[in-house]
Structure formats: structure tokens, C-alpha cells
């Protein structure tokens, strides 16, 4: 159950990740690769997810989302509606902590398996290494620097 509530969280965001992706593709913004076919949104989309690294909501959540294990340990809640409510919160925490570099995807091309793997990477090195908020911190500030050359 615990599962099941995390993968409902993340089920409604790939909805609306959904959405966002055909009203983009509506608008003619995205290529055949799904990618943004205008830097300056592209250049913008960086920038914030690049200053969304620095919020003290992004280390909340990183925080609660680095250990599945010792988040059921701190946050138990008995029954099978329990284990939903903490699957769904502790899902909640992750989206917090990932949901805009997702969305970066839409910048460099949600078909383009080189930079899925790239932000993987950085999901897991931020998440799983000892020095991940420093991992987030030098991300974000590559992010916000990588924007501002897109835009010029």
C-alpha cells in the first residue's frame, strides 16, 4: 500500500505532465523530439529549476525523500490506510524534490535518453551521495549559468 499511494502521487504529476506536453505541442512549442523549440522559455525553464535547487523547500524535501526506510521509521501510521497515507507523503516529498527537473526535460527533450540519463544521474548523486545537498547547490548553479546562455 505504501507503494501505491507514492505511485499515485507521481501518477497524477505524469498527468499533468501529460497535459502540459500536448498544450505545448498545441502551441507548436515543442519539436518532433519533444523538445522546446524556443531558448528563451528553454533558457528561463533552466534558470528557475536552477534557483528551485537553492530553496529551503527543495532541501526540505530531498531531506524526507533521501531514505524511504527511515521515513516509514519516522512517520509510521498503522493499518493499510496508514501505509497508503505514507506511501502518498513520502511520494509527496520526492515530487517536491524532483518535479522541476523533470520538467527540464521538456527543455532538452523528453525523448532524448541521453539527458534522461543525465538527470538520473543527478537525481541519484543528490539523493544517495554523501555530499548531495553540495550536488544540488553546484546543479542549480549550472542550471541558472546554462539559462542565462541560452537566453543570450
Excluded at 84 to 94: I, Q
Excluded at 111 to 118: E, G, T
Amino acid at each position: 500500500m505504501f507503494v501505491a499511494g507514492y505511485l499515485i502521487v507521481w501518477g497524477t504529476f505524469c498527468v499533468a505532465a501529460t497535459a502540459a506536453q500536448w498544450r505545448l505541442q498545441q502551441s507548436a512549442l515543442l519539436s518532433p523530439m519533444l523538445a522546446l523549440v524556443s531558448p528563451m522559455v528553454g533558457g528561463v525553464l533552466f534558470i528557475l529549476a536552477g534557483i528551485y535547487q537553492f530553496t529551503p523547500f527543495k532541501n526540505a524535501c530531498l531531506r524526507q525523500c533521501r531514505s524511504p526506510f527511515a521515513f516509514i521509521l519516522n512517520h509510521w501510521r498503522d493499518g493499510w490506510d496508514g501505509a497508503l497515507r505514507m506511501g502518498a507523503s513520502h511520494g509527496t516529498y520526492c515530487l517536491g524534490c524532483c518535479w522541476v527537473l523533470m520538467a527540464l526535460l521538456f527543455a532538452v527533450g523528453v525523448m532524448n535518453l541521453i539527458w534522461v540519463a543525465v538527470i538520473a544521474a543527478f537525481v541519484f548523486a543528490e539523493k544517495l551521495l554523501p555530499g548531495g545537498v553540495w550536488v544540488s547547490r553546484v546543479g542549480g548553479g549550472a542550471m541558472a549559468a546554462f539559462g542565462v546562455w541560452l537566453l543570450v
